[in-house]
């Protein structure tokens, strides 16, 4: 594989995995900084559980990817 291929492979999965974090609606965002928290914490279903897993999938990718554009 050429340096610029796994250059452009690494951007294309960098954004998905930004979009894949950004969909996710776990958290209370800005919400916390005012004291208001929700403690309710269920189990994840459907969509929500295969952005999860999609989101690990592109983080491991991601990681692979840079260690091996590093050794090329």
Do not use: P
Not at 17 to 38: E, K, P, Y
Not at 42 to 68: D, H, M, N, P, Q
Request: hydrophobic share 55%; net charge positive.
């Amino acid at each position: 594989m050429s340096q610029s291929f796994l250059t452009i492979l690494q951007i294309i999965v960098g954004v998905l995995l930004i979009t894949l974090v950004l969909l996710q609606q776990r958290g209370s965002g800005m919400g916390a900084l005012g004291g208001l928290t929700s403690q309710f914490y269920g189990t994840r279903r459907g969509l929500e559980k295969t952005i999860f897993i999609s989101t690990i999938v592109l983080g491991a990718l991601f990681i692979l990817l840079a260690i091996v554009s590093f050794l090329i």
